[in-house]
């Protein structure tokens, strides 16, 4: 099984400068104006251009909103250096929102993107969780 993730944002070429400069993520190509690939993490990243306003018909009734949202749903980042990579997150524009938290091997930083999006900033001591 392959996976991909989207992410919703108002405007592309904002969005493509964020995800570059924050993660060191590289655009591979533009399709049809409104549909940005990232190359550069362990799955391919799409970042889809909608204007915000209500959602499409027969989806949930929650309108499509850019300003800072929770959702159970979010993405982690796996990092080399959690401080060095905080660093280039936050001069790029996104928002920290917790410290430095040690969990079950992991280091982790949590963060919202310039659209509202959580993300989380992940160094693990090992290979993966305790």
């Not at 991909?4 to 533009?30: D, H, Q, S, T, W």
């Not at 980042?77 to 959690?82: A, E, G, M, Q, W």
């Not at 928002?95 to 079950?104: H, N």
Request: glycine share 6%; net charge negative; proline share 5%.
């Amino acid at each position: 099984m392959r996976m991909v993730v989207n992410i919703e944002v108002p405007e592309l070429a904002p969005a493509i400068e964020f995800y570059e400069a924050a993660l060191g993520l590289k655009l591979c190509r533009i399709i049809d104006d409104d549909v940005a690939e990232l190359a550069g993490a362990s799955s391919d990243i799409y970042l889809l251009a909608n204007a915000p306003g209500p959602a499409p018909a027969g989806s949930a009734a929650e309108a499509r909103r850019y300003s800072r949202h929770w959702t159970p749903v979010h993405i982690d980042f796996v990092v080399d250096d959690i401080a060095a990579s905080a660093d280039r997150a936050i001069k790029a524009g996104a928002c920290q929102e917790s410290e430095c938290v040690d969990w079950r091997g992991s280091k982790c930083i949590t963060f919202a993107d310039p659209f509202g999006h959580g993300f989380c900033l992940i160094e693990f001591v090992g290979d993966a969780y305790n």
